[in-house]
């Protein structure tokens, strides 16, 4: 004996799912040979629109933004490792030590590793190692002396648009 299936106490996914399996069994079964192919294309319509509310996008619309802008971060922290790399084999002694201080500091934070680590560990390590370069003088001297202060100022790029992660999502009407 087949019982019946009380469809207003079908919860939203049950309830499409049921539409889906009726309207594969109809399909199977051609349904114009069956006569039911009006029936079936307004169901198959309605069963459609009910599935995309019921399954929104789950991207959002600022992730490639905020890749974009992790990416050109990692550019920039590898730029600038890559930068001081080259000045540690300065001929101007006080050139390598610069660099060598730098080298230093940036290898409190991973070096060349930080580009590749996580957003978060990322972020919380260029912002430390931004804030030994501005308040420790001989970092932000250092800085000055081998022209990185352009590649400074690309870092925190990332950190001023992570704001964007905590601005509310577009809601959809019902």
Not at 7 to 22: A, C, G, K, P
Not at 83 to 88: E, F, H, I, K, T
Not at 100 to 116: K, P, T, V
């Amino acid at each position: 004996m087949i019982n019946g299936i009380a469809i207003t106490r079908l919860r939203n996914s049950e309830f499409s799912q049921l539409n889906s399996d009726v309207l594969a069994l109809i399909q199977r079964n051609d349904p114009a040979a069956l006569k039911v192919e009006e029936a079936y294309n307004l169901l198959k319509a309605e069963n459609d629109e009910l599935t995309v509310l019921l399954n929104p996008d789950k991207g959002s619309a600022l992730t490639a933004l905020l890749e974009a802008a992790d990416d050109r971060r990692d550019h920039a922290v590898t730029g600038i490792n890559l930068v001081v790399s080259g000045y540690v084999n300065h001929f101007d002694q006080a050139t390598r030590g610069h660099a060598l201080a730098l080298l230093r500091n940036l290898g409190q934070y991973g070096s060349g590793n930080l580009a590749r680590a996580n957003y978060q560990s990322e972020t919380a390590g260029i912002s430390s190692m931004l804030t030994d370069w501005t308040t420790k003088p001989e970092l932000a001297a250092a800085i000055t002396a081998l022209h990185l202060d352009d590649w400074k100022e690309e870092l925190p790029w990332p950190t001023r648009s992570s704001t964007i992660s905590i601005c509310p999502a577009p809601r959809r009407s019902a």
